[in-house]
């Protein structure tokens, strides 16, 4: 790869970085300065940002259908754009209906990055576990870079410099990027085209092969869009409450936060090396095991011990994630891909938007241990659909 596709492959990990950060400031936000400043539980606070969630799952399946039948680097460009100043625009909310509304416009751009910038990040390659799990781990240091940015903005500032910041610095992203591809080269710029000469060998797969892979993975990311976002969206609250004296301060919670999620980030990166070349059935159950325990594990937890164990499900839970996008990768055809993945994220963005409200209950209820029994329940749901899938292997096969 020339130095100028290496930087369009760092700007599409970017995209990811910066689109888990948006996500999920409001969620820091909202557990350690907003429910104060204006008067609102933290149950009460979240259930704001519902709309943002549901339009994050709305608009995935157009923004996949315009990059396959216009440009899926256009769409980049909108992206960066659109979503930066749509942060921007939200630090300026006064009251929690304000603030849904600036949540929406974030959740309908951001929307754009998963059938459009995995859909370029596996296009032409081989092997695509190693690529997807770097661009799996941007986005979860996005995820995990919220809790701290926010917190740290909180403490030194205010919570509306942690919406403006990030929006002005992903504006500049989406100035850098329409650089970018205007400088590349024909070929690489005609290759990035789904229905481009690149993309006519593709693995021969049967009709009722990719139905079965697909069925397996909608069913998957819907239930891991829950864990996911269940643990992400609230690891801020749990650390605040069941860490006890480790952590005392907003800042403390964001790097202890920022810690776990980072060295979780790894587990994505070990299994997109391992699905290139052990038969994906076995990762995937083991994956799947591995959070059924941990999350058995979590209830009644402080301290150290509860520090630990969040390391381990989040690595479990992010290496789930490379899977899914993989098997997509391999059974579908170039010129409807990112069709297929605005699909899948439609499908777990919509899972994702409906947590919410079930976080918001579950917590004002019973608390975080209850949330982790169901979890785990969940996970066990995971590990019964990764059992089905069929035995494939993708050592050497093209990704096209």
Request: glycine share 8%; hydrophobic share 60%.
């Amino acid at each position: 790869m020339t130095d100028r596709e290496n930087v369009h492959f760092l700007l599409l990990n970017i995209g990811h970085f910066l689109t888990h950060l948006f996500m999920l400031i409001f969620a820091t936000a909202a557990a350690l300065s907003l429910s104060r400043d204006w008067g609102m539980s933290y149950g009460e606070l979240i259930a704001y940002a519902t709309p943002g969630l549901i339009a994050y799952a709305v608009f995935t399946l157009p923004s996949g259908w315009l990059a396959d039948r216009w440009s899926r680097e256009g769409m980049m460009v909108i992206f960066f754009l659109g979503i930066g100043a749509a942060s921007a625009a939200t630090a300026l909310a006064q009251t929690p209906v304000q603030m849904a509304v600036g949540l929406s416009a974030i959740g309908m751009f951001a929307a754009i990055y998963h059938p459009v910038g995995i859909a370029l990040v596996v296009h032409g390659r081989q092997r695509t576990g190693v690529p997807i799990a770097i661009n799996g781990i941007f986005g979860n240091l996005g995820v995990a870079a919220a809790a701290l940015i926010t917190a740290l903005f909180i403490d030194h500032a205010d919570w509306r410099s942690a919406f403006v910041w990030p929006g002005l610095f992903s504006m500049a992203m989406g100035v850098t990027f329409m650089v970018v591809v205007a400088g590349r080269s024909v070929e690489a710029r005609e290759s990035a085209r789904p229905n481009s000469k690149q993309a006519t060998a593709q693995m021969s797969f049967d009709r009722a092969m990719v139905f079965r892979v697909l069925l397996i993975v909608f069913t998957t990311s819907s239930l891991g869009g829950l864990v996911f976002q269940s643990t992400t969206f609230t690891l801020p609250k749990v650390f605040d409450e069941q860490l006890g004296d480790l952590a005392v301060s907003v800042s403390d919670v964001g790097w202890f936060a920022f810690l776990v999620l980072s060295i979780a980030a790894v587990g994505q990166l070990i299994v997109g090396y391992l699905v290139d070349r052990l038969p994906v059935r076995r990762i995937f159950v083991f994956v799947a095991a591995q959070q059924v325990a941990l999350f058995a594990m979590m209830p009644g937890l402080t301290g150290w011990q509860a520090l630990v164990v969040a390391i381990a499900f989040m690595f479990a839970v992010f290496g789930q994630i490379p899977i899914n996008d993989v098997l997509i990768g391999r059974v579908t055809h170039s010129a409807w891909r990112s069709r297929v993945y605005a699909l899948r994220y439609m499908i777990n963005f919509s899972i994702i938007a409906s947590s919410v409200p079930l976080i918001s209950w579950i917590y004002s209820g019973w608390g975080f241990d209850t949330l982790f029994v169901l979890l785990a329940m969940t996970a066990a749901g995971i590990l019964a659909a990764a059992a089905m899938l069929p035995v494939l292997r993708f050592a050497a096969a093209p990704a096209e």
